[in-house]
């Protein structure tokens, strides 16, 4: 009988299955939007929500929680700062999972999972900027 199985197992171990877990939940955090296998995104979605819903609270003991749970300062600070004030006024439902098709290798059923209201310049937090072509030329002024 399967009483009492909250969720999916992903074929992984438990401490494997937290680090993917924790990881994933940092990258959507940080870049607001991450492509990933169905499965995962579904597996994903409830504990995004409830970090969202954590965030929302301003107290010391939520903060130690988001600390604790992201494993990540900066992840925690975004989602009590940015994420919480964007979603003040909604009460849940803050992420979506896009179905993408099928990957290319193992034909595995591929989705996006984005927050809602996403802010679309957050994909490119690690891209660095192209220089200008001024810029460029400054610089090799200032070397010759």
Known sequence: ?????????????????????????NSLIKYEQI????????????QADKII???KKE??????MLVSKLQDIKSANKVKKTLSKRYQ????????????????GDNAPMAIIEFVDRDVEAKRVDKP???SPKTTEEKKQATA
């Open 89 to 104: 006024n909604r009460k849940g439902g803050y992420t979506r999972i896009i179905k993408a098709g099928f990957r290319y």
């Open 1 to 25: 009988m399967r009483h009492g199985l909250a969720n999916k197992k992903l074929n992984r171990t438990s401490e494997h299955r937290k680090a993917l877990l924790k990881n994933m939940l």
């Open 59 to 64: 107290t010391l003991q939520t903060t130690k």
């Open 53 to 55: 819903t954590l965030g």
């Open 129 to 131: 900027k192209k220089e």
């Open 35 to 46: 492509k990933t296998t169905l499965p995962k995104a579904k597996f994903l979605k409830p």
